[in-house]
């Protein structure tokens, strides 16, 4: 059987029971997690090891998941990345994504609280959506 290489993903949280949540339930899915509590140690944690998808909380201490948020997606580097935003805060991601004319908007929100159902649906879906589009690109290069 052919083995695959785990997913990394990284949780951008500052509440510390939601971070040891997602983390034990994301690892016990398969994934490899790390983990950052601000918008600053996430880009740190970016540079450090480039993480396949990334959840992210919108109000935290330091720099704000809607600052990192729009900083991650202008880097060429990381623009194809997905995001997850997952927020308690509709009317404050509301204001975020109608504010989205300096970046895209994320692939996947999910509402705190949420099921894991539903958070695992949509992780499949959004790195399925990120693959295909590497695909894409890959043919697209390939034929150029």
């Not at 996430?42 to 330091?62: H, S, W």
């Not at 720099?63 to 729009?70: A, P, Q």
């Not at 990345?81 to 908007?105: C, D, M, N, W, Y």
Request: hydrophobic share 35%.
């Amino acid at each position: 059987m052919e083995k695959t290489e785990k997913k990394r993903v990284l949780v951008v949280e500052d509440d510390e029971d939601v971070i040891t949540y997602l983390s034990l339930w994301l690892s016990d899915q398969g994934f490899d997690v790390d983990v950052a509590r601000d918008g600053n140690e996430a880009t740190e944690k970016v540079k450090e090891r480039t993480p396949d998808l990334v959840t992210l909380d919108i109000v935290m201490p330091q720099k704000t998941g809607v600052k990192f948020y729009k900083e991650f997606k202008r880097d060429p580097r990381y623009a194809h990345i997905p995001v997850i935003i997952i927020t308690g805060l509709q009317q404050e991601f509301k204001r975020f994504i109608s504010h989205r004319r300096t970046a895209p908007p994320p692939e996947g929100y999910i509402a705190k609280p949420f099921s894991q159902d539903e958070l695992l649906e949509t992780i499949r879906r959004v790195l399925a959506e990120a693959a295909g589009r590497t695909s894409e690109e890959k043919k697209k290069g390939n034929c150029a």
